[in-house]
């Protein structure tokens, strides 16, 4: 098997979380500019089989324009990736609340609020909280 990657795209940064060969764990891996993460990306695709890309896809009960905003960016992000890498399928994924429940995971973990204050781990965190739930939507639809 390959693996599955997982963004949480945003305009400062973008958290990366990917899966073991086997798809069983989803673990956080990093957190990059959004200048630098395509280019990681690429050498990330050298040394490892990828099956799936997964960005998440922002959504919000009610409309703002951050949202739009940040959604033009990922499309953007999105077509340049395609380009570059033709052969790695890429999906939307809904992200809603996964910041939420990221922090809380954070808490959870004991981890130490100026730790916390720090957006890379929270981003990755997010990431994760992402691929997690692609790979049990995926789970449930295979059944």
């Known amino acids: 098997m390959a693996r599955l990657i ?9 958290g990366i979380a990917h ?17 630098k993460t395509l280019s990681y990306l690429k050498n990330y695709a050298e040394e490892n089989a990828i099956e799936t890309i997964v960005v998440g896809m922002p ?13 033009k960016d990922i499309l953007s992000f999105i077509s340049t990736l395609q380009k570059a890498l033709p052969e790695i399928p890429v999906e939307r994924f ?14 959870s973990g ?6 916390r204050a720090q957006k890379g781990e929270l981003d990755m965190t997010s990431a994760t909280i992402i691929l997690q739930d692609y790979m049990r939507f995926n789970e449930n639809r295979i059944k």
Do not use: N, W
């Open 110 to 115: 004991g981890m130490k609020k100026s730790k």
């Open 59 to 71: 959504h919000h009960t009610y409309s703002t324009d951050a949202v739009v905003d940040v959604e």
């Open 94 to 107: 809904d992200e809603r609340f996964t910041s939420k429940i990221a922090v809380s995971a954070l808490i």
């Open 19 to 35: 899966t073991d060969d086997m798809q069983i764990i989803a673990s956080p891996l990093c957190t990059l500019s959004p200048e």
């Open 6 to 14: 997982a963004l949480d795209y945003g305009k400062q940064r973008v």
